[in-house]
């Protein structure tokens, strides 16, 4: 098993934190969610689809998704 496959503590405390910060962002109404949606998608896109841990989340992903998932714990 090498080290990508396998979420550190730390890594899962960002992301953690991260979708903290995803919902705190989708409670200011003065932020556009739709666009801030298309543009986290298009970012992602953009980024290698690997490696993976194990489970089968993108690592280059994780940061900005856990942003999205607590966008959507709000919406």
Avoid: R, Y
């Amino acid at each position: 098993m090498k080290s990508d496959d396998v979420v550190t503590p730390f890594e899962l405390g960002v992301c953690s934190a991260l979708m903290l910060i995803g919902k705190a962002i989708a409670l200011n109404p003065s932020i556009d969610l739709e666009m801030l949606k298309q543009d986290a998608q298009a970012m992602m896109k953009a980024m290698p689809d690997e490696p993976h841990w194990e489970g089968g989340k993108q690592i280059h992903q994780a940061a900005i998704e856990s942003v999205l998932a607590g966008m959507a714990k709000v919406l």
